[in-house]
């Protein structure tokens, strides 16, 4: 079945580091691939998203491509902050209605 | 202001006590779904609801009711919770099955004793 793995956190990071949290999927055929992320305390909110093999998503200064030769969508950031401190689902969606949710990595930045 | 709003945010209660969480939109959206969130499991959906009067089950139904008699709302209905239900539950609406991006609520957390 569609499934997404995404690595196990947590992650610990100072202020400006670099940030990768790895994403790889299972499917048939050509989902779409979404970033949620978590702040404490609330419900999650879509970070970014992808519908075909080698876009590139966007937002807030993260990026994700979708590579269909990898099945991945890893997160990447060049410079994290605090406020970055959240939990991340990556998400796949499968022929526009079954959504699947990876368990989450939590990011702590640290000043 | 768009809004899912899940009530109440915490609750602690002992097996076998029926309870029900709410959940109501804003958006006027079609679509409402409940998900439960365990660590190391991510979300996982229980039941879903494409329309007034539509509902259907997700991935892990046992032990949970739904119902959806208005477009803005759709409870959560634990009839005889157990502690295995303990967990991180989030509501979410949006215009359509598969429709991005959701909207979540801000989460109930459950702790059945």
């Known amino acids: 079945g569609n499934s997404v793995t995404q690595m196990e956190g947590p992650v610990t990071l100072s202020e400006e580091a670099f940030l990768t949290i790895n994403c790889t999927y299972t499917?048939?055929?050509?989902?779409?691939l979404f970033w949620y992320v978590q702040y404490p305390g609330e419900g999650l909110q879509l970070l970014l998203k992808?519908?075909?093999?080698?876009d590139k998503g966007s937002n807030k200064g993260f990026e994700a491509t979708y590579r269909k030769e990898t099945t991945s969508f890893h997160l990447e950031k060049g410079s994290v902050q605090v406020s970055d401190s959240a939990v991340y689902f990556c998400a796949l969606l499968y022929n526009n209605n079954d959504m699947r949710f990876g368990a989450g990595t939590r990011l702590t930045v640290k000043p | 202001e768009a809004q899912v709003t899940q009530n109440p945010r915490y609750l602690i209660t002992v097996t076998g006590k029926k309870l029900t969480v709410t959940c109501s939109q804003n958006m006027n959206h079609e679509y409402m779904s409940w998900y439960r969130q365990d660590p190391g499991l991510g979300l996982r959906q229980i039941y879903y609801s494409m329309n007034v009067e539509v509902t259907d089950k997700g991935d892990v139904p046992e032990g949970y009711k739904v119902s959806r008699k208005e477009k803005r709302n759709f409870p959560l209905i634990l009839e005889s919770p157990s502690p295995n239900q303990t967990s991180l539950y989030f509501c979410?609406?949006?215009?359509?099955?598969?429709?991005?991006?959701?909207?979540f609520g801000d989460g109930t957390r459950l702790s059945i004793l």
């Open positions: 979410a609406s949006s215009s359509g099955r598969g429709y991005q991006p959701q909207h």
């Open positions: 499917a048939t055929g050509y989902p779409s």
């Open positions: 992808a519908t075909k093999a080698d």
